[in-house]
């Protein structure tokens, strides 16, 4: 059975840390392209990161670049997010997908959008004093 369950959310301070977990079973994280993506309470599904399966690249959205690293973890299927220095607008359910790449070259972006396969209920993340 195909499962896929985002994890770690919660509520931090201002500038605090948090490490999301993109955990599957049934199927192996390492054939995907993975993307994390968060929808805020009233606004459009954004995507965060993702990471390629070819070669390993990552891309990162402007508004967590250098504050957010994925990577993932064979041994355990699963994907990470590390966010860190987060503020108030980072506050959204954060859900994990698999994508599928537009680019030739094996990078995860651009990737459409048309193309989601978004498999768990989400993690939610606060981010508030």
């Known amino acids: 059975q195909v499962q896929v369950v985002e994890s770690g959310g919660g509520l931090v301070q201002p500038g605090g840390s948090l490490r999301l977990s993109c955990a599957a079973s049934?199927?192996?994280?390492?054939?995907?392209?993975i993307g994390w993506f968060r929808q805020a309470p009233g606004k459009e599904r954004e995507g965060v990161s993702c990471?390629?399966?070819?070669?390993?690249?990552?891309y990162y959205a402007d508004s967590v670049k250098g504050r957010f690293t994925i990577s993932r973890d064979t041994a355990k299927n699963t994907v990470y997010l590390q966010m860190n220095s987060l503020k108030p607008e980072d506050t959204a359910v954060y859900y994990c997908?698999?994508?599928?790449?537009?680019?030739?070259?094996?990078?995860?972006?651009?990737?459409?959008?048309?193309?989601?396969?978004?498999w768990g209920k989400g993690t939610l993340v606060t981010v508030s004093s």
């Open positions: 997908a698999t994508l599928e790449p537009l680019a030739a070259d094996g990078s995860c972006y651009p990737f459409n959008s048309q193309r989601l396969d978004f």
């Open positions: 049934g199927f192996t994280l390492d054939y995907y392209y």
């Open positions: 990471i390629s399966s070819s070669d390993g690249s990552t």
